[in-house]
């Protein structure tokens, strides 16, 4: 396994679309999840998705500590999604602050879906399905969006709620999660 370089906001594949995979027994794409697994366990991360990796694939990873999970919500485990499409889960939107690997120091507040309908595959091609409410929800969002070349700052709603997550954390007195 190794660990791999996060691209950062400007370079051209955080910026398109990402392809589908469509060989699950392709050694080349179970090293990129083992890698993937090294990289986000490394960075203190909740999510990272191929192309924040330099990989223009449909792939994420992702895993939620039960503190940032609601209440009666147990931990995410170390999860693999693949070509995932996600349905939200009626009206409701809630605008949180975001960090991501690839925009290091900045956060933002970004309205999302607060629950989804997800599907997709596991590493072996098998379907997977479910939802996702609050945090896990907005994880999948946004790696989500990676995978369509999209980055959070697009989605912001006020562009004034953008900045570095110390300044905005003084500004806020302490009520900004780290990004």
Same mark, same amino acid.
């Given at each position: ?66 503190? $940032?999970?609601?209440? +009666?919500? *147990?931990?995410?485990? =170390?999860?693999?999604? !693949?070509?995932?499409? #996600?349905?939200?889960?009626? @009206? ?61 700052? $697009?989605?912001?709603? +006020?562009? *004034?709620?953008?900045? =570095?997550?110390?300044? !905005?954390?003084?500004? #806020?007195?302490?009520?900004? @999660?780290?990004?």
């Amino acid at each position: 396994m190794a660990l791999l370089k996060i691209a950062r906001m400007g370079t051209p594949v955080l910026l398109k679309p990402a392809l589908p995979v469509t060989d699950f027994t392709d050694p080349a794409l179970h090293r990129l999840i083992e890698d993937m697994a090294e990289t986000l366990a490394d960075s203190g991360g909740v999510g990272l998705a191929a192309p924040q990796v330099h990989a223009s694939v449909r792939l994420l990873v992702y895993q939620v500590p039960a503190e $940032r999970m609601g209440p +009666d919500q *147990g931990a995410v485990p =170390f999860s693999v999604l !693949i070509n995932p499409t #996600l349905d939200p889960l009626g @009206p409701d939107t809630a605008a949180e602050w975001e960090g991501c690997l690839s925009l290091p120091g900045l956060t933002g507040r970004v309205p999302r879906a607060r629950s989804i309908h997800y599907r997709g595959f596991n590493e072996r091609g098998e379907p997977v399905e479910g939802e996702a409410h609050g945090f896990h929800a907005r994880v999948l969002q946004h790696e989500t969006d990676h995978l369509d070349g999209i980055l959070y700052p $697009r989605r912001l709603a +006020d562009p *004034g709620d953008f900045g =570095f997550v110390e300044e !905005i954390r003084k500004a #806020l007195a302490g009520r900004v @999660p780290s990004a």
